[in-house]
C-alpha cells in the first residue's frame, strides 16, 4: 500500500532568517494585540513582568546579565535596578542560574542557540559585531569561526543587519523622532504605561 507524500521542498535560508529576525522584533505588537483581545490598557505592572520573565528564560538558559538584557529588550542599567530594588525578582534571577548551572550551562561556556538569538538581536539594534558577541558571551572571534562554519548563521546575521538603524548625514536620534499616540521620548522607545502597581520598581531618571 503506498502513501501519499507531500513533496518536500528546500527552504530558502535567506527567507527564513528573515522570518526569524522579524518574529525576534514582534514582541511589542504582539503584546499590544494580546492587550486589545482583553481591552487593556498598557500597564507598567504587565510591562515590567514580562521583561523580567524574559531575564529569567534567558538566565536559565545559561546566559550572563548583559545578555539577559538584550533578550528582554530593556537596557542592563534598567535591569541592575531591578535587581538591587526587587529582592524577589533578584532571588529568581539566583534560582535559575542555578538551574542552568546544574544543567551545565554556565555564561560563557560553549556556543548554544540561545547565544545566537542574542547577537542577531543585539545587531538588529545596531550594535557592532565586537559588542554583540561579548553581550551573547562570546569572543569576536570565536563567534567570527562559527560564522564561517554556519551558512544558516550567515543567512541570520544579514538579516538582522537589513532591519538595524542606519544612520545618515541627517541623522536624527531617537529621542527625536516623530512619534505614535502611546510612545514615550526615550532612546529605548518605551510606551507610555499605567503605573498600576506602587509594589513595582519604577526606573528613576538615571536607570533610563
Same mark, same amino acid.
Request: no cysteine; proline share 14%; charged share 25%.
Given at each position: 500500500m503506498y502513501e501519499s507524500r507531500e513533496p518536500v521542498t528546500e527552504t530558502? #535560508? @535567506?527567507a527564513a532568517a528573515a522570518g526569524v529576525v522579524a518574529w525576534l522584533g514582534a514582541r511589542d505588537q504582539v503584546e499590544r494585540e494580546l492587550r486589545d483581545a482583553v481591552g487593556g490598557q498598557a500597564s507598567h505592572r504587565d510591562d515590567t513582568l514580562a521583561r523580567m520573565a524574559d531575564v529569567l528564560q534567558a538566565t536559565a538558559h /545559561? !546566559? =550572563?546579565q548583559e545578555a539577559a538584557a538584550v533578550w528582554a529588550g530593556v537596557p542592563v542599567r534598567? !535591569? *541592575?535596578s531591578w535587581l538591587r530594588r526587587d529582592p524577589a525578582f533578584a532571588s529568581a534571577v539566583r534560582s535559575a542560574a542555578a538551574l542552568s548551572a546544574a544543567h551545565g550551562l554556565r555564561p /560563557? /561556556? *560553549?556556543a548554544t542557540p540561545a547565544m545566537v538569538r542574542v547577537v542577531i538581536a @543585539?545587531? =538588529?539594534q545596531g550594535v557592532t559585531w565586537p559588542a554583540a558577541a561579548r553581550a551573547a558571551g562570546l569572543t569576536p572571534y570565536r563567534l567570527r569561526q562559527l560564522w564561517k @562554519?554556519? #551558512?544558516v548563521l550567515v543567512a541570520l546575521v544579514d538579516a538582522a543587519r537589513r532591519t +538595524? #538603524? +542606519?544612520k545618515s548625514k541627517g541623522y536624527v536620534p531617537a529621542a527625536y523622532w516623530p512619534r505614535r499616540a502611546g510612545w514615550a521620548a526615550n532612546a529605548y522607545n518605551y510606551r507610555l504605561v499605567q503605573l498600576d502597581d506602587p509594589a513595582l520598581p519604577v526606573p528613576h531618571a538615571q536607570d533610563t
Open positions: 530558502d #535560508p @535567506a /545559561g !546566559l =550572563g534598567v !535591569l *541592575e /560563557g /561556556g *560553549e @543585539a545587531l =538588529g @562554519a554556519s #551558512p +538595524r #538603524p +542606519r
